[in-house]
């Protein structure tokens, strides 16, 4: 096999490593990526709780990279502390090291069994959880095979005249080595898959451990500056945890890096293998950074506001964040084709803001705030204008001359707008009203209880987000899914609705206190889900898939 028959199956295998690390990681995120945010926030408030969950959701989405953003969401929005978002992502680069350690056993058998199974669940049932579990197994599978392929595509390289002389070169300049880990962890912008190909060389004799120590510090230098370029545009409180994290991680293997070549010791301890001596020194490498982060967290936090201060301009007289920008171009509505596209374009700004309410709403109940939920009728307003707009622009487009489709596509706009106001009205007329009342009366709900509202809060905006993509794409697939989540909605409201009063027959002292609050919170929910769902009834009507009581099968 010659050089660049190597370099292709090596590119290949390596290619399919970041497409099944990328495939387990939307797999969970579609299927419980709510339910684990919503996890996460609970457990956010305590520091080392949070490094826990940190490691446990790391390991589950394969990539530190994402805790990273979804903590630092969090801390933007205030709902968690800088302190205990710093060290849920401390918490993550270590859970991500574990992953390279399972990743290295024999798991030979893995990949027929996980590409079987997962193809079979995908393919027998059109529920999204169960689908994306299929998914899930498939990514692991094909994972698995890329690390056989990658040991595979670099075994000729053992016999290759021209890699002991790179090797022998990076050996004398460790600097460059580090440098070039670094920026080829940006590249692949995945620490576990630059991790896992040092690994492959290391097992198969085509650098020494010490090679892959220094090269291990520049991946986790690489890998820290992922998270703050992807947020670079984003709000400064967004930034803080990806901009202390590359304080923590990035600072920390130059400080390690300098260390080890100081005062070379021996690495015998990490391992007898090379291969276990370089993941053994990955994971010690993450473990120091995250023991170090405990007394140092205060000191990073600041430096890292005020790094990001710096260009964050002292005064906004005129901010687009509050400018609202319409789409209703009136002069294009002798072209209804255009003026829908308009009208479109309007409704998904509605959708957005239903969203950012739904979103918010469930934090207000676990820390209600009087200007937090100000702020969220303002919201409703916003919600009432556009759709009194968007109701107008119609009404004046229905007055030409329209297809058959474009009468029937302005009147689901239409409907599609009704019911994201009436969503707005339940949730500012009905919940915000359920939140004062907590607020006011300074209740708690029972941990059973609160969790059964989270995760049911979940599935609804799970449910909500497909509506809106109906809206756009008119998907007959996603439109069917979501009558059908509609359905499954009952059932989890029957159980949660038993639960609840399980425990007030059981006489929980907080059950009988928020029993009010918990029922009509879940009856709203269930409301706002029957009404986004409804947004798909004219996808299936004009397929022939909906009969006028029932949903009919595929």
């Not at 996980?114 to 994306?132: D, H, P, Y």
């Not at 009436?422 to 209880?449: P, S, W, Y």
Request: charged share 20%; hydrophobic share 50%; net charge neutral.
């Amino acid at each position: 096999m010659n050089g660049s028959s190597v370099l292709l199956h090596l590119a290949g295998a390596v290619a399919l490593l970041l497409w099944a690390t990328r495939m387990v990681r939307t797999g969970v995120e579609r299927a419980y990526g709510e339910r684990m945010r919503q996890s996460l926030r609970g457990v956010l408030h305590n520091p080392m709780l949070a490094a826990l969950w940190g490691l446990m959701l790391s390991i589950a989405l394969q990539s530190s990279t994402a805790v990273s953003l979804l903590v630092g969401s969090f801390v933007g929005s205030g709902i968690v502390s800088g302190i205990a978002g710093l060290m849920a992502v401390r918490g993550a680069e270590v859970g991500s090291a574990l992953v390279v350690k399972i990743l290295s056993f024999d798991l030979t058998l893995l990949v027929p069994l996980c590409l079987v199974a997962g193809t079979a669940i995908f393919m027998s049932t059109e529920r999204s959880n169960w689908r994306q579990m299929g998914r899930i197994l498939v990514g692991i599978g094909l994972l698995v095979l890329s690390l056989q392929m990658t040991g595979q595509a670099t075994e000729p390289l053992r016999n290759s005249d021209l890699l002991p002389v790179i090797v022998g070169y990076l050996d004398t300049d460790p600097v460059t080595a580090f440098l070039l880990a670094a920026v080829m962890t940006w590249l692949f912008h995945s620490s576990i898959a630059a991790v896992l190909l040092v690994v492959t060389f290391a097992s198969r004799g085509l650098i020494q451990p010490e090679l892959g120590i220094i090269t291990i510090c520049g991946v986790n230098l690489g890998s820290s500056f992922i998270a703050p370029i992807l947020t670079r545009n984003a709000a400064p409180q967004v930034r803080i945890v990806p901009m202390g994290n590359l304080l923590m991680r990035g600072l920390g293997s130059v400080v390690i890096l300098i260390l080890y070549l100081s005062f070379k010791p021996s690495i015998a301890f990490l391992g007898a293998a090379p291969a276990d001596q370089v993941i053994n020194g990955h994971i010690l490498f993450n473990i120091i950074i995250l023991i170090a982060g405990l007394p140092l967290s205060h000191l990073v936090l600041k430096a890292t506001k005020a790094v990001v201060a710096i260009n964050v301009p002292t005064e906004s007289p005129r901010s687009l964040d509050h400018a609202e920008l319409s789409a209703l171009d009136e002069s294009v509505l002798d072209t209804p084709s255009l003026a829908l596209a308009n009208a479109t374009r309007e409704a998904v700004a509605v959708c957005e803001t239903v969203e950012i309410m739904l979103r918010r709403i469930i934090d207000l109940y676990e820390h209600p705030a009087q200007d937090r939920i100000d702020e969220l009728s303002a919201l409703d307003d916003k919600v009432d204008r556009k759709h009194a707009a968007i109701k107008l622009y119609l009404a004046k487009l229905t007055s030409r001359q329209l297809s058959g489709y474009e009468i029937a596509r302005a009147r689901e706009l239409l409907g599609a707008c009704v019911k994201l106001e009436q969503v707005g009205d339940i949730i500012v007329r009905n919940m915000l009203a359920l939140v004062q009342k907590k607020m006011d009366r300074k209740l708690k709900f029972t941990d059973e209880g609160w969790l059964e509202l989270s995760n049911f809060h979940a599935k609804v905006l799970t449910n909500a987000r497909m509506a809106f993509n109906v809206l756009v794409s008119r998907d007959r697939e996603t439109a069917h899914q979501l009558v059908l989540e509609k359905d499954h909605l009952r059932d989890v409201e029957k159980q949660t609705s038993d639960r609840h009063f399980s425990r007030l027959r059981e006489g929980t002292p907080r059950s009988l206190e928020t029993s009010s609050i918990h029922l009509d919170t879940i009856r709203d929910l269930k409301q706002i889900n029957s009404l986004l769902a409804s947004m798909a009834y004219p996808v299936l009507e004009e397929l022939g898939l909906l009969n006028t009581t029932r949903l009919r099968a595929l």
